[in-house]
């Protein structure tokens, strides 16, 4: 790649490193593994840049790779290392702790697919036909998924979980998304 390219990586890697790590975290549930996948879509992002221009939204792309990193960490769990006892990280302070702790534990009840449809659709904001595009699924699956998911945690955080219940992991700071109407 030509020395402006490589800048312009850089540029799009440090601008989307925290909100697709927080995606990653959101999809695995593990921070260590977050860090480990988001480096390999990363790497595999770097590996397309010089075709960068025939992406129409580099954006859905990125999220495409990740979740598809993310699918295939899932599938060779068995293969990696065990996780330590040591806690993980926080990403942000949580008005209510409790309550992060209750989404957090939901979510990981969800199966990885329907996990990734909450998060790309929910925290990172992409409308059915990019979370489609994102996982390489078709816009009826994004729909299933999403209708599936959202049952099962509403019957995992009680009939009265509504938008706050999402505000528990908020999307960086700079963004401007609304929070997640359950009902």
């Known amino acids: 790649m030509r020395t402006g390219d490589v800048e312009e990586f850089r540029g799009f890697a440090q601008e989307r490193l925290v909100h697709l790590r927080r995606a990653a975290y959101l999809m695995c549930g593990d921070w260590h593994h977050a860090e480990d996948i988001t480096q390999t879509a990363l790497a595999k992002l770097y590996s397309v840049w ?17 979740t598809r ?20 990280e926080r990403a942000e302070p949580c008005a209510d702790p409790a309550l992060g702790l209750q989404v957090r534990a939901a979510l990981a009840v969800l ?24 996982m390489g699924c078709s816009i009826g699956t994004v729909k299933s998924h999403t209708a599936r998911a959202l049952a099962r945690l509403r019957s995992l955080l009680g009939d009265d979980a509504d938008s706050d219940s999402f505000g528990a992991f908020a999307p960086p700071a700079d963004s401007t998304r609304e929070k997640v109407v359950l009902r």
Do not use: F, K
């Open 111 to 134: 199966p990885p697919r329907q996990r990734a449809v909450v998060v790309l659709r929910y925290w990172a904001d992409l409308d059915i036909a990019s979370t489609a595009a994102a």
């Open 50 to 66: 010089g075709r960068r221009r025939q992406i129409r939204n580099m954006e859905a792309y990125a999220h495409r790779v990740l």
């Open 69 to 88: 990193a993310c699918v295939d960490h899932m599938r060779r769990r068995w293969r990696r290392e065990q996780p330590s006892c040591v806690l993980p």
